[in-house]
């Protein structure tokens, strides 16, 4: 259920992580918060990093859609033991505490869903997303398997992703490979796992495995004795019970600036893992802290607040010795601890890209020519500084959205290689500019001609040769040639550019604005100098007709 079946550590050991390996990923065991990509977020991805998506409707439409899906909404019916002392906290301190956004019910009293949730009622993508999918029939789950590479073969001299190898356990136990293939591959294998699967697949970016983030928590504990009848959080409240997270404080989060900073809220501690990140003093000391488990609260920031062995009894202690204590233990440096710093968001390792040439966000195939995408945690351009699953499923359901017009539409360009382009407007423009021009070339030359040559045959005199008029006729077809020429290829390149074969060699080709402004400016000068030549070639006929007038007067 978790990666490394259970606890995760740095090289040094410094932070614990926690990662889901399970069917349904991180949101299996996630603990039920689902806040949307802070709008800070959002706004630094779109303008920093040029990822115009999270700053477009077609973002906040896929957050939407994610949290109907999920069921996600903010109110409880009763609240567990550490989220009503963190609340009561906050409020007799004046601190902002505020519901968190939940995707279960407001009568989801279970602490337990660390683990899974037993009774299916926390919306995780196994009880939605992945529904969707055995009921649609059109794909399978597979549990206790490992994906090993992707498979891929070159077309047309560039590589592409065909597929993927995975090893699996049959019903015997035994391990078997099996091979997926697929028009369109996907990897989300989590920050910490898919960097090394991209280069068991032979990607050689240099950057695989870089930009890695983590969200450090430090913990407080709090014990909440039930040996008396006035006790609070009353006797029958247990840590181990209740909404995971319900409140959460951002008192100290520097939302009007950078907009990152710590966020107060409450993990989900069960005997196993509140005996591993309590300090060792002796072993005295643990008993007493584990039997004390079940009325102990738990809190935990992001950064700027530590736990290094110290304790302070609140209720003897005066406002100037808790202040003092607050100021001393929040400026420790994350280092030394007693207690590990912890982590259960790990992002960026194998972050988004953007091409610039195109001017629309694009799912980067890095399989070197497409055919590939990647989706989760390791996409993030930075850490979130809340809890990433919505945005994860947004980014997703997005990225989703892309492969169906890849595979239905041909609506998605890849990296210029492998690549898929839409059918632009432009091509019936440009079908019916090509029709306009040839008629009125044809059709003034006609005219033209008929004129010229119809004068000298009812007139029978030779008409003197309009030098000037054919100059202006062999411009016009050469305007109306390359008019032709450059409206014929814009044209062809709007249509749709086929997965693999791109307009040319495989390769998609983008119409710049200036291609049909110049088109439409040659196809203006033949028509231009067509005009001109009738006009002078008439004006001609008309002098040559009055000065025979003239001669047969005199005569």
Same mark, same amino acid.
């Given at each position: 259920?978790?990666?490394?079946?259970?606890?995760?550590?740095?090289?040094?050991?410094?932070?614990?992580?926690? @990662?889901?390996?399970?069917?349904?990923?991180? =949101?299996?065991?996630?603990? =039920? @918060?689902?806040?949307?990509?802070?709008?800070?977020?959002?706004?630094?991805?779109?303008?920093?990093? /040029?990822?115009?998506?999270?700053?477009?409707?077609?973002? *906040?439409?896929?957050?939407?859609?994610?949290?109907?899906?999920?069921?996600?909404? =903010?109110?409880?019916?009763?609240?567990?033991?550490?989220?009503?002392?963190?609340?009561?906290?906050?409020?007799?301190?004046?601190?902002?505490?505020?519901?968190?956004?939940?995707?279960?019910?407001?009568?989801?009293?279970?602490?337990?869903?660390?683990?899974?949730?037993?009774?299916?009622?926390?919306?995780?993508?196994?009880?939605?997303?992945?529904?969707?999918?055995?009921?649609?029939?059109?794909?399978?789950?597979?549990?206790?398997?490992?994906?090993?590479?992707?498979?891929?073969?070159?077309?047309?001299?560039?590589?592409?992703?065909?597929?993927?190898?995975?090893?699996?356990?049959?019903?015997?136990?035994?391990?078997?490979?099996?091979?997926?293939?697929?028009?369109?591959?996907?990897?989300?294998?989590?920050?910490?796992?898919?960097?090394?699967?991209?280069?068991?697949?032979?990607?050689?970016?240099?950057?695989?495995?870089?930009?890695?983030?983590?969200?450090?928590?430090?913990? @407080?504990?709090?014990?909440?004795?039930?040996?008396?009848?006035?006790?609070?959080? *009353?006797?029958?409240?247990?840590?181990?019970?209740?909404?995971?997270?319900?409140?959460?404080?951002?008192?100290?989060?520097?939302?009007?600036?950078?907009?990152?900073?710590?966020?107060?809220?409450?993990?989900?501690?069960?005997?196993?893992?509140?005996?591993?990140?309590?300090?060792?003093?002796?072993?005295?000391?643990?008993?007493?802290?584990?039997?004390?488990? =079940?009325?102990?609260?738990?809190?935990?920031?992001?950064?700027?607040?530590?736990?290094?062995?110290?304790?302070?009894?609140?209720?003897?202690?005066?406002?100037?010795?808790? *202040?003092?204590?607050?100021? *001393?233990?929040?400026?420790?440096?994350?280092?030394?601890?007693?207690?590990?710093?912890?982590?259960?968001?790990?992002?960026?390792?194998?972050?988004?890209?953007?091409?610039?040439?195109?001017?629309?966000?694009?799912?980067?195939?890095?399989?070197?020519?497409?055919?590939?995408?990647?989706?989760?945690?390791?996409?993030?351009?930075?850490?979130?500084?809340?809890?990433?699953?919505?945005?994860?499923?947004?980014? @997703?359901?997005?990225?989703?959205?892309?492969?169906?017009?890849?595979?239905?539409?041909?609506?998605?360009?890849?990296?210029?290689?492998?690549?898929?382009?839409?059918?632009?407007?432009?091509?019936?423009?440009?079908?019916?500019?090509?029709?306009?021009?040839?008629?009125?070339?044809?059709?003034?030359?006609?005219?033209?001609?008929?004129?010229?040559?119809?004068?000298?045959?009812?007139?029978?005199?030779?008409?003197?040769?309009?030098?000037?008029?054919?100059?202006?006729?062999?411009?016009?077809?050469?305007?109306?040639?390359?008019?032709?020429?450059?409206?014929?290829?814009?044209?062809?390149?709007?249509?749709?550019?086929?997965?693999?074969?791109?307009?040319? /060699?495989?390769?998609?080709?983008?119409?710049?604005?200036?291609?049909?402004?110049?088109?439409?400016?040659?196809?203006?000068?033949?028509?231009?100098?067509?005009?001109?030549?009738?006009?002078?070639?008439?004006?001609?006929?008309?002098?040559?007709?009055?000065?025979?007038?003239?001669?047969?007067?005199?005569?």
């Amino acid at each position: 259920m978790y990666l490394g079946h259970g606890i995760m550590g740095t090289d040094n050991m410094d932070v614990l992580l926690l @990662a889901g390996s399970t069917v349904g990923g991180g =949101s299996t065991i996630n603990w =039920s @918060a689902s806040i949307r990509t802070p709008p800070h977020v959002t706004k630094e991805w779109s303008e920093k990093y /040029d990822l115009k998506l999270f700053g477009s409707k077609n973002y *906040e439409n896929a957050l939407d859609v994610v949290c109907r899906k999920m069921g996600v909404q =903010s109110e409880f019916e009763h609240e567990g033991f550490h989220n009503m002392i963190l609340r009561k906290g906050c409020e007799n301190l004046g601190y902002q505490v505020e519901n968190i956004p939940r995707n279960a019910n407001s009568d989801h009293y279970c602490g337990w869903c660390c683990l899974g949730c037993k009774d299916g009622r926390k919306k995780g993508t196994a009880e939605t997303w992945l529904v969707d999918l055995v009921q649609s029939r059109n794909g399978a789950i597979i549990t206790q398997c490992e994906a090993i590479k992707v498979i891929t073969e070159k077309i047309k001299g560039k590589k592409r992703a065909i597929g993927v190898a995975f090893a699996f356990q049959t019903e015997e136990g035994k391990t078997e490979i099996g091979i997926v293939e697929a028009k369109v591959t996907v990897t989300a294998c989590g920050a910490l796992c898919t960097p090394g699967f991209l280069k068991r697949s032979g990607l050689k970016n240099p950057n695989i495995g870089k930009n890695l983030h983590l969200h450090p928590v430090v913990m @407080a504990w709090g014990y909440f004795p039930d040996d008396n009848s006035n006790a609070w959080p *009353e006797a029958e409240k247990k840590s181990y019970e209740g909404g995971i997270m319900t409140a959460m404080s951002k008192v100290v989060a520097n939302f009007e600036s950078s907009g990152y900073g710590a966020v107060i809220q409450t993990p989900a501690l069960h005997p196993g893992l509140f005996s591993a990140l309590m300090p060792w003093i002796s072993g005295e000391d643990f008993k007493n802290r584990m039997i004390r488990f =079940s009325r102990t609260a738990h809190v935990f920031a992001n950064r700027d607040s530590t736990y290094n062995g110290r304790a302070l009894n609140v209720k003897r202690a005066s406002e100037e010795e808790f *202040e003092r204590f607050v100021k *001393e233990e929040s400026s420790r440096p994350l280092r030394d601890l007693s207690a590990p710093i912890c982590s259960a968001h790990q992002m960026g390792s194998c972050r988004m890209g953007w091409i610039r040439r195109d001017p629309r966000w694009t799912l980067r195939g890095d399989l070197g020519g497409g055919g590939a995408f990647r989706g989760g945690f390791e996409r993030f351009p930075t850490a979130l500084g809340v809890n990433p699953m919505v945005t994860i499923q947004g980014i @997703a359901y997005c990225i989703a959205q892309s492969i169906v017009e890849v595979l239905d539409k041909e609506k998605l360009k890849l990296d210029g290689n492998l690549c898929y382009l839409p059918r632009s407007s432009a091509v019936g423009l440009g079908i019916g500019g090509l029709i306009c021009l040839s008629i009125a070339q044809v059709t003034g030359n006609l005219f033209i001609c008929r004129k010229f040559y119809s004068g000298q045959q009812n007139r029978g005199c030779k008409v003197r040769k309009p030098s000037v008029s054919c100059i202006l006729l062999v411009f016009s077809w050469i305007s109306f040639g390359l008019a032709v020429i450059l409206m014929s290829v814009a044209t062809s390149m709007s249509r749709s550019q086929p997965f693999g074969e791109g307009w040319l /060699d495989g390769e998609c080709y983008l119409v710049k604005d200036g291609v049909f402004i110049g088109s439409a400016f040659l196809g203006l000068l033949a028509l231009g100098s067509t005009l001109g030549s009738g006009a002078i070639t008439i004006s001609r006929m008309q002098a040559e007709e009055n000065r025979k007038v003239h001669a047969q007067v005199d005569e």
